[in-house]
């Protein structure tokens, strides 16, 4: 036991007390989500863009709310009075219904984050110029998309005469010959301009057409009014016997908490396991290990490595852990960190960090090249990547056949039950405790099977051994 905790000590210290490790633990999170953080921060970064955009009506009705509506959605970055004065000064002119321009452009005094209308294109100013020619041929479009490609305008956007007086379709087929306006651009895929003006035209349309059939707008709006329907947790009995009232749940918590403890399970295990494949591909091809065998049988080399590294993983987790709370205090989101669930991680953790780095040291055992390792491990990697294929599909269905069949497939039982408990769905606790017992079984037998191939393996050389010849390592030493 003494030589055992000797390695362990050894192979936690390689693993934790390096440079690399410090390296490798600020970067995986940023790996991992860097990409969603990079986004929010950098949305409002630089300088406010004018998209110069070229309107084509040829209904002669939308141009002007079109030009009012972006006027006004401008307002979120004027500063020049003057700009905003003349803005209203022209709506009242119009006699169009300032609320409906001011939800279309994103009234800047009442902007919700997440308004759709107002959240698109922070960055950017549309700047409106009507084209005055009556005919527009294919050589017209050519010009304006030079005009696009040299940079002098942004888009241009052509309407039909036809968009305001289209019938109801009589069939599904018929809705593809409906009229529609066409969005010119280089990103017109992507373009959020696209997506303004496809809202702001179908609602003035919609108006346009109320009135032509004699309907008061504000009835419709009135009979249209849309219900809310609030996702609701469940009631619970607390420890004095009263009921708690159920709370409403946030859609945006209920997909990045499930997500977040997925990715983490993944980084621990990832960075765990890995290691443990260069640790022994290093010690066989410098000899090392003979000078180990010297003093410690296979047995106690392997089980020293093996506590090693879930010393290691236990650090990584907790310093994740640490990390993840303290920007919780600091963003107030304690509520939502699943504190029932660390000693079930833990133990989830710790089997599937065994199991797979086993996996990761009888690999490394058997080949003398990392290039070598890498083919074999392949579907090992495969396996332990399947839960991100399919973990939005086990969020929205927890207690479904296939996130409860996969949670007991002992390469994905780690993560896939953490993630099926993080949804915040009522997991009936024999699953769990099945899935850990399933976990615990082929950990042994997968520890037993690597520990055959370690034997064996640390000191073969010359040529790397076929996977049948592997295979036999394991079941005849």
């Not at 119009?94 to 005094?109: F, H, V």
């Not at 017209?140 to 956007?157: G, H, K, S, T």
């Amino acid at each position: 036991m003494r030589k055992i905790l000797t390695i362990a000590t050894r192979e936690y210290r390689a693993m934790v007390a390096t440079k690399a490790f410090l390296l490798s633990v600020t970067m995986m999170p940023l790996l991992m989500f860097g990409g969603l953080v990079t986004m929010e921060m950098l949305q409002n970064v630089g300088e406010i863009k004018d998209l110069k955009i070229i309107v084509i009506d040829h209904t002669n009705q939308l141009y002007q709310p079109l030009n009012l509506a972006a006027k006004l959605r401008n307002k979120l970055y004027e500063t020049d009075e003057q700009t905003a004065t003349d803005s209203e000064a022209d709506l009242e002119a119009s006699g169009i219904d300032p609320k409906l321009l001011e939800q279309l452009a994103g009234d800047p005094q009442n902007r919700d984050e997440d308004d759709d209308f107002g959240s698109f294109s922070r960055g950017a100013r549309f700047l409106l110029e009507r084209w005055e020619s009556s005919e527009v041929t294919d050589q017209v479009r050519l010009e304006l998309c030079e005009r696009i490609r040299n940079q002098e305008l942004y888009a241009f956007i052509e309407i039909p005469a036809d968009v305001l007086t289209a019938e109801l379709p009589q069939s599904l087929e018929d809705f593809a010959a409906l009229p529609s306006a066409s969005f010119y651009s280089e990103d017109s895929t992507f373009s959020d301009a696209k997506i303004w003006f496809g809202q702001v035209i179908n609602e003035f349309a919609k108006q346009y057409r109320l009135k032509e059939l004699d309907i008061d707008p504000i009835l419709v709006a009135k009979s249209s009014l849309p219900v809310r329907v609030r996702g609701m947790g469940l009631l619970e009995r607390s420890s004095d016997g009263s009921i708690q009232a159920a709370e409403e749940k946030d859609d945006l918590s209920a997909i990045l908490l499930p997500l977040g403890v997925l990715m983490l399970m993944f980084m621990v295990i990832f960075m765990a396991a890995q290691p443990m494949l260069e640790s022994v591909l290093e010690e066989k091809s410098q000899r090392i290990a003979e000078v180990l065998l010297g003093s410690a049988n296979p047995f106690q080399i392997m089980t020293g490595k093996l506590m090693g590294t879930v010393a290691g993983s236990l650090t990584i987790f907790a310093i994740y852990l640490g990390g993840a709370y303290v920007m919780a205090v600091y963003r107030g989101w304690t509520e939502y960190i699943p504190f029932g669930l660390i000693p079930w991680f833990v133990i989830f953790q710790v089997g599937g960090v065994l199991f797979y780095s086993s996996i990761f040291m009888a690999v490394g055992a058997s080949v003398t090249q990392l290039k070598e390792a890498q083919s074999i491990l392949l579907p090992v990697w495969l396996l332990l990547m399947t839960p991100m294929f399919i973990w939005m599909m086990v969020v929205r269905e927890p207690n479904g056949p296939l996130a409860f069949y996969f949670s007991l497939f002992p390469p994905a039982t780690p993560t896939m039950m953490m993630l099926r408990m993080s949804t915040g769905a009522t997991i009936p606790v024999w699953q769990p405790i099945l899935g850990m017992a399933v976990l615990v079984i082929s950990t042994i037998f997968c520890v037993y099977v690597a520990s055959r191939i370690f034997r064996v393996g640390l000191l073969w050389q010359g040529k790397t051994p076929k996977v049948n010849e592997i295979i036999k390592w394991a079941f005849r030493g």
